[in-house]
Every structure is written in structure tokens, then in C-alpha cells.
């Protein structure tokens, strides 16, 4: 383990905390520094992790991984936790899934995330030029449901214990998880993985694992052929009406993948789901109208008026210097919930149109639809 730069200079950590207690608002934050001296991990108020080491792939992809405090409760399988990066000054949060087996955290301690650089994304662009291996960074408890169902991982009728998994993307992460942790157990796991870029590092990860699990795994190339067809799952998964079905990926493939389930008499109750939106192209018919921005920039409130160009409230606010609240990006956290005051927006994940009255929004999956006005809430 490497060590940090505060356990190094005692002198200037005692400096550090003197200084932050003269200014800190809570007993949290009045103590966290003084109990980070003891034990760089341990905090008051959050939950912190070491960077252990980092596995880039060259291609944009790091695979990330940490030691969490004693204070983080573990995961289960297809869990997500959220993590908080200070980026050039400004706390940034998102979350990533656990791509890591559950038996490297119950005997090392450790778990690992797979990042991909995405083009304009400042987390994921801090994270490949920036982060090292010895820094610490903020986490938070795991969360999330997209995870196999109790009664499928028990002995009994192994006849009926299978899982299938459709990915689509970065959404195959929770299922490395799953693959490395019950690869061993009395249970058969299929991946149909549908991606456009041939030799990721996460489909590395994948080809490593096969020759050593009760498992089948299918690389659907998204780039040659339309999405997963139907006809395509079964020939892939001849079995599949009597598996536990768990989708990830953009609400696109999930609902197209829940549609040739219920073709191919897949009962609902046999398939769970979990989604992320993924930037698409904007819609001609929302770039163009006026897009009223108020908010805080330098300790300023401040007005701008834009014209829309059909990407996401969040993502145009970011765009115009503002630093709103925000969390998952992707529908989940509710941390970008901010006041619309005037008019009509898209909601990306349901398609919805809102009212034209003043409600809550989350400007991370609202589009603007026309003149619209909005009250961005701090971070
Ligand atoms: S940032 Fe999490 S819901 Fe918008």
C-alpha cells in the first residue's frame, strides 16, 4: 500500500485539520480530518476507498481497483455504488457497477470497477489521464436490484437453475460480477454480450474467465448486424424459456429486448431489468428553441438564455459553466432534481412528455421541447 501524502507530514495534517476546523459547519466535517490521521480510510459522514491499482486497456478503459473503509457493507452480485471524484476543484459523482467477484472482497478486501473514457465525459477523462494508484477517493454504500433471485442460487433441481444475461455496451459490468462470483456454483450462466468495438479489455475480461466456469458466453458484433433478433436469442439459447432473464444496457436494447422475450413466451416474472441512458443523437425537432438557465456561477446568480441543441437540461447547463447538483446521470439518484418554471419537457427513459406547469424535473434525462425555463439547483 502506498502512502498517502497526509501520513507522511504529520506536522502539516495537524496544520490541515486546525485549519479546516476553524470552518467546518458540522461535527462531521469538524472531526473527519483528525479521524483521517488515525486511519486515511476511516471518515465521518461518507465512506472513502484506496485505489489499489490501475489496469488500462490503452483503448480508454481502466479497470480500477480499491480497498474500501471498514465502514462500506459489502455488495451483492450486480450492485452498483456511487463514487465521488474531485474534478479540477469540483465534487463530481457517478456510478459504476462492480465488475469484480465477491470473493475478492471476502478474502482481500478489494473490488474493481471497469471505467470507459466516453468522449466529452469529465469524470470518465479525469479518471483515464489523472487518477493514480494510492489516491483516495469518496464512495458510497452499493445499491440496486438488478441481481439473481435467492431461490436460483440454492442446491435442489439443478434443472432449473439457469440465468441468462443480456448486455448491451457498458452494461455487461454487473455480469462480470456474477460470472466470476457463481461460476462455481450449481447453476448454469449464460452471456449474450451485443457490442460494436472488437478487443475491449472488458471483453478480455471475459474470454479469461471461460475456460474456467459452468458457463456459456455469446458475443453479439452490434456493429455488423441490427440488434439481438428473436430468432437470434434462440439460437443462441435454445433453453431460454426456462432461465431467469437479467437485461443491462440503454432503455433502447432493454425494450427491445423485453419485447422478443414476451415473442418467445418468456414469462415476465422471469425477467428483471436494469437501464442507463446513453447520449443519442439529438431529435431535429427539439435543437432550436430558447432554453432559460438560471443558477449560481462564482457565487453569482446568474441568467442565460440559449438555444436549445436537443442534448439533456444537465448536460446543457454543465456546457454554459454552471456546476448543478447531479449524481447517476442516468435517471437513478434523483440529485439533479431541479424547478422547471416554464414549459414542456421529453423525459429520455420513458419518452414522456411533461406539462407545460412548474414541476420538479431531472434535468439529467429532460429535454428541453420549446421554450423552457429552468431553476438549476446547486451542487
Ligand atoms: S443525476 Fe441521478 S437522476 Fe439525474
Known amino acids: 500500500m502506498q502512502l498517502t501524502t497526509q501520513s507522511r507530514h504529520p506536522v502539516s495534517r495537524v496544520g490541515r485539520w486546525a485549519q479546516q476546523m476553524l470552518f467546518n459547519r458540522s461535527f462531521a466535517e469538524y472531526?473527519?480530518?483528525?479521524?483521517?490521521?488515525?486511519?486515511p480510510l476511516a471518515s465521518v459522514g461518507g465512506i472513502k476507498a484506496l485505489v489499489e491499482s490501475l489496469n488500462k486497456d490503452g483503448a480508454g478503459a481502466t479497470t480500477i481497483r480499491l480497498r474500501p473503509g471498514r465502514q462500506w457493507q459489502g455488495f451483492v452480485p450486480g450492485q452498483y455504488l456511487p463514487f465521488t471524484f474531485s474534478v479540477d476543484?469540483?465534487?463530481l459523482t457517478r456510478y459504476y457497477s462492480i465488475s469484480s467477484s465477491l470473493a475478492l472482497f471476502r478474502q482481500f478486501g478489494f473490488i474493481e470497477v471497469t471505467i470507459k473514457r466516453v468522449a466529452g465525459g469529465s469524470v470518465s477523462s479525469w479518471v483515464d489521464s489523472t487518477l493514480e494508484a494510492g489516491q483516495i477517493v469518496s464512495i458510497g454504500q452499493a445499491?440496486?436490484?438488478?441481481?439473481?433471485?435467492?431461490?436460483?442460487?440454492?442446491?435442489?433441481?439443478?434443472?432449473?437453475n439457469k440465468a441468462l444475461y443480456l448486455a448491451a455496451g457498458s452494461g455487461v459490468t454487473p455480469f462480470l460480477s456474477m460470472l466470476k462470483t457463481y461460476g462455481t456454483q450449481e447453476l448454469h450462466q449464460q452471456l449474450i454480450y451485443s457490442a460494436s468495438s472488437q478487443g475491449e479489455h472488458i471483453q478480455q475480461q471475459i474470454l479469461e474467465m471461460a475456460a474456467t466456469a459452468n458457463m456459456s458466453l455469446n458475443?453479439?458484433?452490434?456493429?455488423?448486424?441490427d440488434r439481438l433478433a428473436k430468432e437470434t436469442l434462440l439460437t443462441l439459447c435454445p433453453d431460454i424459456i426456462e432461465r431467469q432473464v437479467l437485461i443491462c444496457g440503454s432503455v433502447e436494447f432493454a425494450n427491445a429486448m423485453v419485447a422478443a422475450l414476451a415473442a418467445l413466451g418468456v414469462p415476465a416474472a422471469n425477467v428483471q431489468q436494469e437501464t442507463f441512458y446513453s447520449a443519442a443523437k439529438p431529435n431535429a425537432s427539439e435543437v432550436g428553441g430558447e432554453l432559460v438557465l438560471q443558477g449560481v456561477k462564482a457565487g453569482m446568480p446568474i441568467e442565460?438564455?440559449?438555444e436549445s441543441n436537443g442534448t439533456?437540461?444537465?448536460?446543457?447547463?454543465?456546457?454554459?459553466?454552471?456546476?448543478?447538483?447531479?449524481?447517476?446521470?442516468?435517471?437513478?439518484?434523483?440529485?439533479?432534481?431541479?424547478k422547471k418554471t416554464q414549459g414542456v419537457v421529453r423525459n429520455l427513459l420513458t419518452g414522456k412528455l411533461s406539462s407545460a406547469d412548474e414541476e420538479s424535473i431531472q434535468s439529467c434525462i429532460s429535454i428541453p421541447v420549446g421554450q423552457v425555463s429552468v431553476e438549476l439547483a446547486s451542487s
Open 89 to 91: 476543484g469540483v465534487r
Open 304 to 306: 442565460v438564455t440559449i
Open 143 to 160: 445499491d440496486g436490484e438488478l441481481v439473481l433471485p435467492a431461490q436460483l442460487l440454492g442446491a435442489g433441481n439443478s434443472a432449473k
Open 31 to 39: 472531526i473527519s480530518p483528525l479521524v483521517s490521521m488515525v486511519d
Open 312 to 338: 439533456s437540461i444537465l448536460e446543457q447547463a454543465e456546457a454554459q459553466g454552471f456546476s448543478p447538483a447531479s449524481g447517476c446521470r442516468m435517471g437513478i439518484c434523483h440529485e439533479c432534481t431541479c
Open 219 to 225: 458475443f453479439h458484433d452490434s456493429s455488423q448486424s
